[in-house]
């Protein structure tokens, strides 16, 4: 499972011209599953996001997670983290999980992140999307397992 973290101060997501979802001050996930992810990684790596610290606090210290800043979530399936650029000039997603098994990895991945209280929004799992954000900072990481 990977996931690219970009913290903002807001994004939206569209489909077909039509605003789906919007978050202001949190962090947009890109989201992807390999071929042997399971629901033990999704688990983990909710946690791992939720209790991150990576606000700032009056200091100007990165000491503050999503919750203690009320943040939010745009989680965004993106199996395109799986790109095989190794060979050639086309990407291979071979090692991308099917999508079937992904969508219910996806699915119970956010239901993780919203256990937690906080606001998720989503876009649809396969759909056409565009993305607009603000980085803050910019503050860019990368989680897998």
Not at 20 to 27: D, F, L, N, P, T
Not at 76 to 87: E, G
Not at 96 to 108: F, G, T, W
């Amino acid at each position: 499972m990977k996931v690219v973290l970009q913290r903002v101060t807001q994004a939206q997501l569209s489909i077909d011209q039509q605003v789906h979802a919007q978050i202001g001050r949190g962090v947009v996930l890109l989201v992807g599953f390999g071929q042997a992810d399971q629901p033990a990684n999704a688990d983990y790596l909710a946690a791992k996001i939720v209790k991150s610290r990576i606000f700032e606090d009056s200091q100007g210290k990165t000491n503050l997670a999503l919750a203690d800043v009320q943040g939010e979530i745009l989680s965004v399936s993106q199996f395109t983290l799986y790109a095989n650029t190794k060979k050639g000039n086309r990407p291979s997603f071979v090692e991308a999980l099917n999508p079937e098994a992904a969508q219910k990895l996806y699915d119970y991945f956010n239901q993780r992140l919203a256990a937690s209280g906080l606001k998720v929004q989503t876009g649809i799992f396969g759909a056409d999307m565009q993305v607009q954000l603000t980085n803050d900072g910019p503050m860019t990481i990368i989680y897998e397992n």
